[in-house]
T-cell receptor, first 110, second 110 residues
Framework: DAGITQSPRHKVTETGTPVTLRCHQTENHRYMYWYRQDPGHGLRLIHYSYGVKDTDKGEVSDGYSVSRSKTEDFLLTLESATSSQTSVYFC?????????FGPGTRLTVT | DQQVKQNSPSLSVQEGRISILNCDYTNSMFDYFLWYKKYPAEGPTFLISISSIKDKNEDGRFTVFLNKSAKHLSLHIVPSQPGDSAVYFCAVMARGKLIFGQGTELSVKP
């Protein structure tokens, strides 16, 4: 398994506040991804990165931004959190076809 | 429009019997298919994959079948064990990104 950690693991925040989630990998994988998991929707891609400072939008990118200043770190920022962003967020990395996932961050926006 | 569909949200099977999980996709250009398994409070883990040049791939108790003409993918687990109880996601590779189905929750009863 790829060494992928996410922080924080749980967070409760208020509507309108900014939130940053962190993903850290130790496998030196080039590609990194942020997904959200919601009932009835499976996992949906928010943003992904194909190298340091190289990022692109996924299926559900509105309200989210990302940054990757180092190979090992990929940050997801909710600029102004809304209740619709209450979800479980997963980071993933890949070297080839398979993606390896972190343990997830449960975010609740009240 | 859902490009990858898992039409059964849940499946219950007796221990020792076969579990069959199904997945349909819409685009005949997809050429790599994967299954992931997810336990509660953990990230998804890669289970098995298949390329479009094959129609079957086997790994121990797990076999994935691909029917390209029907655009249908299935995962067979034989024999099923209580530890197989989890949510199973199928996914397709499209332009370097994974598109996931909604997931099927498998429950294996002792």
């Amino acid at each position: 398994d790829a060494g992928i950690t996410q922080s924080p693991r749980h967070k409760v925040t208020e509507t309108g506040t900014p939130v940053t989630l962190r993903c850290h990998q130790t496998e030196n994988h080039r590609y990194m991804y942020w997904y959200r998991q919601d009932p009835g929707h499976g996992l949906r891609l928010i943003h992904y990165s194909y190298g340091v400072k190289d990022t692109d939008k996924g299926e559900v990118s509105d309200g989210y931004s990302v940054s990757r200043s180092k190979t090992e770190d990929f940050l997801l920022t909710l600029e102004s959190a809304t209740s619709s962003q209450t979800s479980v967020y997963f980071c993933a990395t890949s070297g080839a076809h398979e993606q390896y996932f972190g343990p997830g961050t449960r975010l609740t926006v009240t | 429009d859902q490009q990858v569909k898992q039409n059964s949200p849940s499946l219950s099977v007796q221990e020792g019997r076969i579990s069959i999980l199904n997945c349909d996709y819409t685009n005949s250009m997809f050429d790599y298919f994967l299954w992931y398994k997810k336990y509660p409070a953990e990230g998804p883990t890669f289970l098995i994959s298949i390329s479009s040049i094959k129609d079957k791939n086997e790994d121990g108790r797990f076999t994935v079948f691909l029917n390209k003409s029907a655009k249908h993918l299935s995962l067979h687990i034989v024999p099923s064990q209580p530890g197989d109880s989890a949510v199973y996601f199928c996914a397709v590779m499209a332009r370097g990104k994974l598109i996931f189905g909604q997931g099927t929750e498998l429950s294996v009863k002792p």
